[in-house]
């Protein structure tokens, strides 16, 4: 089961965030999926309803957005992985002008799977970084 989800990880990364495919969040991530960490502290968002959103937002603002998986570990219904970032701030989606900057941030996420799809994940990324390299004015907020 550890390599079927870790696989799952890998998918979600490449399919949602490098192709850009939201399509792709109604396969993998579970309707009443939970999502935390996206942005603003103790905001949680359910299912590709709720995701779909920040999605688009930020995949607005950084268009070119490119995730690396660095390294994974599995145990039972979780995996972990810690990756890299990288893009260019070519989109208004945080309020205010692009600044063609670009940007690469780290994070770390955990995901759990209940029968095939993520069904709960936890996100931990350099928000302030980010927000750092492309000199953002000091009340941008990345999720409402």
Do not use: C, Y
């Not at 495919?21 to 991530?29: G, Y």
């Amino acid at each position: 089961m550890s390599r079927e989800n870790v696989a799952l990880l890998h998918r979600w990364f490449e399919e949602v965030w490098n192709k850009g495919r939201p399509e792709a969040i109604d396969e993998m991530l579970d309707p009443d999926g939970i999502v935390h960490g996206l942005g603003e502290a103790g905001v949680e968002v359910r299912g590709a309803v709720g995701f779909v959103p920040f999605f688009a937002r930020f995949r607005g603002t950084f268009p070119d957005i490119n995730i690396t998986i660095e390294d994974t570990i599995a145990e039972g219904d979780k995996v972990a992985a810690r990756w890299t970032a990288r893009m260019t701030h070519e989109g208004d989606g945080l309020d205010f002008a692009p600044t063609g900057r670009a940007v690469t941030i780290t994070g770390m996420s955990i995901i759990r799977v209940a029968d095939g799809r993520i069904a709960e994940a936890w996100n931990n990324w350099d928000i302030a970084s980010l927000l750092q390299q492309i000199n953002a004015p000091g009340d941008t907020r990345l999720l409402d």
